[in-house]
């Protein structure tokens, strides 16, 4: 029995494409960036903060990650 040809096969279902169509993709981690952001400073202050043990963040790849928590507690220092 030979196989059909591309022409003989029933057409793939079709999906939406847009932003509704996935969860959005959280992360409880930021970089060093992110946090110089959130923080209106630059990214080499906040790496003198990680270095100082001021702010806690892993060191994962090659580069600092913090976490939301660490960053909330080190402003709520700050606020006193």
């Known amino acids: ?21 996935f969860e959005p993709f959280v992360s409880d981690w930021l970089t060093t960036s992110e946090v110089a952001a959130i923080l209106h400073t630059q990214v080499g202050f906040v790496c003198q903060l990680i270095q100082q043990g001021k702010l806690v963040a892993s060191f994962i790849g090659r580069r600092y990650l913090v976490k939301n928590t660490n960053l909330e507690a080190y402003m709520r220092s700050q606020e006193q």
């Open 1 to 21: 029995m030979p196989l059909p040809s591309y022409t003989q096969l029933p057409p793939l279902p079709t999906l939406p494409m847009g932003a509704d169509q």
